[in-house]
């Protein structure tokens, strides 16, 4: 198999940065492409078909719950995790009910992360 696609859906310009260092810095993952809105973030799953969507939570137009649900029926093998700065476990349970696998805090993203979420959910893609 190739590189784990992976989509960033951040309105912070330095996040979508970060996301971009940390995916090229895990090895068999690569950066498929990024979108500023929660719109724009679904547009580009459904043009890119990537294999992880890191979606922020909190989006200039529609949320990334909202995001979430527009895009999980239609790409059923696409690993979405919600991410946002916030540690709120209501949300984190909120997750699951509109198609994202896992809620991560932004300031734990690292390679061991995105592995583990690959390791987890990927499966998704090979069924």
Do not use: N, Y
């Given at each position: 198999?190739?590189?784990?696609?992976?989509?960033?859906?951040?309105?912070?310009?330095?996040?979508?940065?970060?996301?971009?260092?940390?995916?090229?810095?895990?090895?068999?993952?690569?950066?498929?492409?990024?979108?500023?809105?929660?719109?724009?973030?679904?547009?580009?799953?459904?043009?890119?078909?990537?294999?992880?969507?890191?979606?922020?939570?909190?989006?200039?137009?529609?949320?990334?719950?909202?995001?979430?649900?527009?895009?999980?029926?239609?790409?059923?093998?696409?690993?979405?995790?919600?991410?946002?700065?916030?540690?709120?476990?209501?949300?984190?349970?909120?997750?699951?009910?509109?198609?994202?696998?896992?809620?991560?805090?932004?300031q734990d993203l690292r390679p061991s992360v995105?592995?583990?979420?690959?390791?987890?959910?990927?499966?998704?893609?090979?069924?």
């Amino acid at each position: 198999m190739g590189s784990v696609r992976v989509l960033t859906v951040d309105d912070h310009a330095t996040f979508r940065a970060a996301a971009h260092a940390l995916v090229d810095a895990t090895d068999g993952f690569e950066v498929v492409g990024e979108a500023a809105t929660g719109e724009a973030g679904v547009a580009a799953a459904f043009r890119l078909r990537p294999d992880v969507v890191l979606l922020d939570v909190r989006l200039p137009d529609i949320d990334g719950f909202e995001a979430a649900r527009r895009i999980a029926p239609h790409l059923p093998t696409v690993v979405i995790c919600l991410v946002s700065t916030a540690e709120d476990a209501l949300q984190a349970d909120a997750a699951s009910g509109c198609g994202a696998v896992a809620w991560i805090r932004k300031q734990d993203l690292r390679p061991s992360v995105l592995e583990e979420l690959w390791a987890t959910h990927g499966d998704r893609v090979a069924g």
